[in-house]
């Protein structure tokens, strides 16, 4: 795995480690050397090197730098010098960061190769809202005019069949961990928010379309709309990530006739009538049935905020919550 490197003035380095981790989970192999005020040249060196010295592989290295002819920048450049293999890219940001982290999965690339293509993520983060603001020559080209009329019932794409990256059970839907972590993790093409209530709610329906990733629409559908899909042999050529508000909506969808196997526990918000199960997920007496009649159909599940997260069964959280609940 190559190393990562995080280089600043101040603590702009460990700040973004911090919040990087809050969207991407803790990672491995990602060292931070702040420049302080009381520091020169030769001490942030020092630094640098003993940071490297903590990364595993020590021949595929990154540097991940705030400011092009700043100290932290020099130093990174001049400890570079001899080392083939390695690289600097400046103008650190978060998107930045959280590409590098998802590059690395791939085992084959390498510290230049993911250099190379973070310097357009990083420039791609960079964004203006309202989007007239945006440089003339930097606005993205218009969308090609959709074709006249929907496609015609009964058209085959792919094979007929619509499939599923994953399905995840969120109460904030879809946010930073989601159009960041898992959305490059599981590599869908298009995410499908599926809920009643919100299919329904305009502002909240405009929200979650305009907080989808570049290159991958998102949808807001009611259940029996997602219930339709599946038998639709236009969306063939849709790979999906499904993420419902609650389990009631997923049991809804799998009573319709939506054939999901495995889901993943993201968050269920707190309210009165819930217990703590973890410090993601809460549980009521409705949640807990639910999510039995969903095992007792054979649904797997697992519980990860972000895709490097270890996961409890689902009969520890149960139990837990049925413990809990009857305190309460």
């Not at 003035?9 to 981790?21: E, N, V």
């Not at 700043?70 to 650190?92: E, K, R, Y």
């Not at 990530?241 to 997923?250: K, R």
């Not at 006739?257 to 918000?269: F, H, P, Y």
Request: one cysteine or more; aromatic letters at 4%; charged letters at 20%.
């Amino acid at each position: 795995m190559v190393g990562i490197v995080l280089a600043s003035h101040g603590d702009l380095a460990a700040g973004i480690k911090q919040t990087g981790s809050m969207v991407f989970g803790d990672q491995p192999n990602v060292a931070v050397v702040s420049l302080q005020p009381s520091m020169g040249p030769d001490q942030f060196r020092a630094e640098l090197e003993k940071a490297v010295a903590t990364l595993d592989d020590q021949e595929q290295v990154l540097f991940l730098v705030d400011l092009w002819g700043g100290t932290p920048f020099n130093q990174s450049s001049a400890f570079i010098d001899g080392h083939d293999t390695w690289a600097i890219v400046t103008g650190l940001n978060l998107p930045m960061l959280i590409e590098a982290y998802s590059a690395r999965f791939d085992a084959s690339k390498t510290a230049q190769e993911i250099a190379t293509h973070l310097v357009t993520e990083g420039k791609n983060g960079v964004r203006v809202k309202p989007e007239s603001l945006e440089p003339e020559d930097e606005k993205p080209a218009a969308a090609a005019p959709a074709p006249a009329g929907a496609i015609p019932p009964g058209t085959v794409l792919g094979d007929g069949h619509i499939k599923f990256a994953g399905v995840r059970i969120d109460s904030r839907l879809l946010h930073g961990q989601v159009a960041t972590a898992w959305t490059k993790q599981l590599q869908p093409n298009r995410i499908i928010v599926v809920s009643d209530g919100v299919a329904h709610d305009n502002l909240r329906k405009t929200m979650i379309e305009q907080a989808a990733p570049p290159g991958v629409p998102a949808n807001v559908v009611p259940i029996s709309k997602m219930c339709e899909v599946v038998n639709d042999t236009r969306f063939g050529a849709t790979k999906a990530f499904v993420i419902f508000e609650n389990p009631e909506d997923l049991l809804a969808c799998i009573e319709g006739g939506v054939d999901i196997k495995d889901v993943n526990i993201g968050s269920m918000a707190h309210s009165v009538g819930k217990v703590v199960v973890t410090n993601a997920i809460a549980m009521g007496k409705d949640d807990v049935e639910t999510l039995q009649k969903l095992v007792d159909k054979g649904v797997k599940f697992t519980n990860r905020k972000v895709p490097s997260d270890s996961t409890d069964t689902i009969e520890s959280l149960l139990s837990k919550a049925k413990a809990e609940l009857a305190k309460a």
